[in-house]
Nanobody
Framework: QLRLVDSGGNLVQPGGSLRLSCNST????????IGWFRQAPGKEREGVAC????????NYADSVKGRYNMSRDNFKNRVYLQMNSLKPEDTATYYC?????????????????WGQGTQVVVSS
């Protein structure tokens, strides 16, 4: 029932920055924890980051910790993923997803509504 639209993917040079957005029109958007996942060609989808329902707690994969920052604006029904110091291995299609839980873990089984994906390419 929850529909998410993710956007902001682009081509960026190594060391650059990019901000992804995830939007929803649901009237109960503030009840959901939101996560970001990514899938590179030939690899399984992996968790990147997630944020709890009120934006006070975030979790990050070790591979992006210190470089990525997640935030949300529930009044605008929007979640952001700020990506800094990008590396070629960050290249992937990124998906935002919603969980019915208020607090999140990087566990795909907890997320049931997914965006269509936005592509990030880190290359010279």
């Amino acid at each position: 029932q929850l529909r998410l639209v993710d956007s902001g993917g682009n081509l960026v040079q190594p060391g650059g920055s990019l901000r992804l957005s995830c939007n929803s029109t649901t009237p109960r958007f503030d009840y959901y924890a939101i996560g970001w996942f990514r899938q590179a060609p030939g690899k399984e989808r992996e968790g990147v980051a997630c944020i709890n329902f009120n934006g006070m707690i975030t979790n990050y994969a070790d591979s992006v910790k210190g470089r990525y920052n997640m935030s949300r604006d529930n009044f605008k029904n929007r979640v952001y993923l700020q990506m800094n110091s990008l590396k070629p291995e960050d290249t992937a299609t990124y998906y935002c997803a919603a969980s019915s839980r208020q607090f999140c873990e990087l566990d795909q089984s907890q997320f049931h509504s997914w965006g269509q994906g936005t592509q990030v390419v880190v290359s010279s």
